[in-house]
């Protein structure tokens, strides 16, 4: 992260003593400030000219302006000037409804060319993918947060207001900086940050499964919610699909016979129809799923009356816009916080559903950091359906092997269920592959060629001489009288020579040029270096566009360099800040809720059976079929054992009355000196207590003397 160094102050006095130590021009008397003035009387000829003032900042340099920059915003800003993410996104605020519609993601690698992705790509879920210290939580999910929980203008001149926002923080101790960032993002609109969390040891609002489905009549889609919620319907197979109808079976008869109006009474039922040697074994599982809940803090399953603002309220999440942050410790409490997690997130996606079915559709974002720690295989198939209720996912985590479950690998099906996929890390295989996949190909111009010279040269000399030499006689006889004989002799002689020299020079050059053309994958590992290598680089990938989006990146996977939203002093003072504790004074407040008590059915409030030939209470027509068709002696008599066994833990387990030792002593009937030994065995000293005795003083008081009787007795 480039965090801006603070301004370092420079200290000129030696300079200015330096300049103070050299020797001084003496200035004409004309130019002496205490000489005679100077008279000027002619006109001044001034000829002004258009100052560029860019060309000045240009001639300052890169640093000097940013000097200059940094020193004039903290003139402005007393704290630490902006993030350069934040300038960005004022410049985004400031701009026309038309880029309003876009979120900003980050930097074009080389280019550093700002990049848009159109809001409505995060109603089809986003997916977050890197490791630790990546910058996961930080950089990708907050700036997306940040981003889309703002309320804008779009282009037909329509105002959006600001969505319901989710949080879904899985880490053990929460994350402080994600927390912090979601309580602004409340302040902003003017509201308190709702929050709820599995940990007893921080203030939290209070979630009530039944509260929350309160609009759901239907039993039948009442029993289809839990046995999804809590990964009941097993995958289809020889044994699975045969304990997946013995428990929707026994879910429903409880549903339908019984009628609970509250978790308490309807764990109480499924326990009573389960267990034991009649009970039916084979929905067994249904108690070992819910049991947990009847115990945790902060979930309230008793239906005792409570404030509306102590509880989780998914209808009021919707009409208020609220800002919900849900932390859920999945390492301490793993395994409650899948249930308590799932139940929550199917109950948000109920709410969602029934208001899209009524009209009332309103788009909300549900982010969820470390997702691999709930993810399930029905929390996936949700992403299929949450889309057309307004429900938009983003999930972070670190590794794709992390989604590997024992029914499925779930990897697959939730990069295929997103629309915007950023990987901030890429080392795994699988990744690498799919991102291959989806990069395509690219055509690569590779070029050749050869180049030849050649040099001749060559000298030539030739010589030639002849002679030569001819001798010839002749006599002529004539035929007349008065002819004369002619005798002629003639001799010739010729001689000749020549000779002739030459030379000859000769250069070629030729040159010849080649390409060959190849198809190669678009994901290099030049850039799968550079994500792994560099800060908050990473490789983003964004489908379903459709041409809308300002900066199109045709479906192929870009690198983009992301900003840290907050500078680094502001981060750091957000990771800071805690968490608002409970305070628990005694720890006997941990097991109140496992108190045992008598369901409403059992105390005669209402039949816990339908009256034989009737038809059960708000439902008409003729009866169905039942196991439950008419009271008899065995199941009175299981009910009376029932009542019994439950007395007998209320007996041992009910808080007691606080009392004096006196009439603790005759309460109990035995002497006070009795009771004083007792008290004295459990390290209590009563043998001068004036004030009462507290509940928990009175349970122990209770177990020494029951204690101390069986050593009487075999004394």
């Not at 549900?366 to 720690?373: G, L, N, S």
Request: proline share 6%; aromatic share 8%; glycine share 6%.
């Amino acid at each position: 992260m480039r965090w801006l160094k603070k301004p370092r102050t420079i200290d000129l006095k030696p300079f200015e003593n330096y300049l103070a130590a050299q020797p001084q021009l003496s200035l004409p008397a004309t130019l002496d400030p205490t000489g005679p003035a100077l008279l000027w009387t002619k006109p001044l000829d001034i000829r002004l000219s258009r100052i560029d003032l860019e060309a000045v900042w240009r001639r300052l340099g890169d640093r000097a302006w940013e000097i200059l920059q940094r020193r004039r915003m903290k003139e402005i800003f007393h704290r630490e000037p902006p993030s350069e993410f934040a300038r960005y996104l004022a410049t985004l605020h400031r701009s026309s409804p038309e880029y309003r519609e876009e979120i900003f993601v980050g930097l074009r690698h080389p280019k550093e060319e700002p990049l848009f992705v159109p809001r409505d790509v995060f109603k089809n879920h986003a997916y977050i993918l890197g490791g630790s210290g990546s910058g996961k939580t930080s950089h990708a999910l907050a700036q997306l947060i940040v981003q889309l929980a703002e309320g804008y203008i779009d282009q037909e001149g329509n105002t959006h207001a600001p969505p319901p926002i989710l949080i879904v923080d899985l880490k053990q101790n929460g994350d402080r900086y994600l927390r912090c960032l979601a309580q602004q993002i409340a302040e902003a609109r003017g509201q308190p940050l709702r929050f709820f969390s599995v940990d007893p040891e921080y203030q939290s609002l209070n979630f009530d499964p039944f509260y929350c489905i309160r609009s759901v009549a239907y039993p039948l889609k009442r029993s289809e919610l839990f046995l999804k919620a809590l990964s009941m319907i097993y995958p289809e197979g020889y044994g699975s699909d045969f304990f997946t109808d013995e428990q929707r079976t026994q879910l429903n008869e409880i549903l339908y016979h019984d009628r609970p109006t509250t978790m308490n009474e309807m764990i109480a039922f499924i326990r009573h129809a389960t267990t034991g040697k009649s009970g039916n074994k084979d929905a067994r599982g249904l108690y070992s799923a819910l049991q947990a809940l009847e115990y945790a803090k902060n979930v309230h399953t008793d239906g005792a009356p409570i404030g509306r603002d102590q509880l989780i309220d998914f209808d009021r999440f919707y009409e208020e816009s609220e800002v919900l942050y849900v932390h859920l410790d999945s390492r301490a409490l793993s395994l409650l916080s899948a249930d308590v997690g799932k139940l929550i997130l199917f109950c948000l996606l109920e709410t969602a559903s029934r208001r899209e079915k009524e009209g009332r559709k309103t788009q909300c974002f549900v982010a969820v950091d470390e997702f691999h720690r709930l993810a399930a295989r029905n929390v996936v198939e949700m992403l299929e359906d949450a889309r057309s209720a307004g429900v938009g996912f983003i999930l972070a985590h670190q590794s794709s092997s992390s989604m590997k479950t024992r029914e499925a690998d779930l990897y697959g099906s939730v990069f295929e269920n997103t629309s915007f996929k950023q990987c901030l890390t890429l080392e795994d295989p699988r990744v690498i592959e799919l991102f291959s996949l989806i990069s395509g190909r690219t055509t690569e111009r590779r070029l050749g060629g050869s180049t030849s010279e050649s040099t001749s040269k060559g000298t030539t000399t030739s010589h030639s001489s002849s002679h030569g030499t001819s001798h010839g006689e002749s006599t002529t006889s004539p035929g007349g009288p008065l002819a004369y004989a002619t005798n002629t002799t003639s001799d010739s002689t010729s001689s000749s020579s020549g000779s002739s020299s030459g030379t000859a020079e000769s250069k070629s050059t030729s040159e010849t040029k080649s390409w060959q053309e190849e198809k190669l994958p678009a994901l290099t590992p030049e850039m799968i270096t550079i994500v792994n290598d560099t800060n908050l680089m990473s490789l983003m990938h964004v489908k379903g566009t459709g041409g809308r989006c300002l900066t199109p990146t045709g479906g192929v996977p870009l690198l983009v360099q992301g900003l840290y939203p907050f500078v680094k002093p502001v981060a750091d003072e957000m990771g800071e800040e805690l968490w608002p504790l409970r305070k628990i004074d005694d720890s006997e407040w941990y097991f109140q809720e496992a108190r045992p008590s008598l369901p409403k059915r059992l105390s005669g409030d209402k039949k816990s059976r339908p009256s034989a030939g009737g038809s059960p209470q708000g439902q008409a027509g003729a009866s169905r079929p039942s196991r439950f068709t008419g009271a008899n002696d065995g199941d009175r008599r299981k009910l009376e054992a029932r009542v019994r066994e439950l007395a007998e833990r209320l007996s041992t387990e009910m808080l007691e009355e606080p009392m004096n030792v006196r009439d603790f002593s005759r309460v109990c009937q035995v002497p006070i000196k009795m009771v004083v030994e007792a008290g004295a065995a459990v390290g209590l000293d009563l043998s001068a207590r004036q004030n009462e005795l507290s509940p928990t003083e009175v349970r122990r008081l209770k177990r020494s003397l029951a204690a101390r009787k069986p050593r009487e007795e075999g004394a």
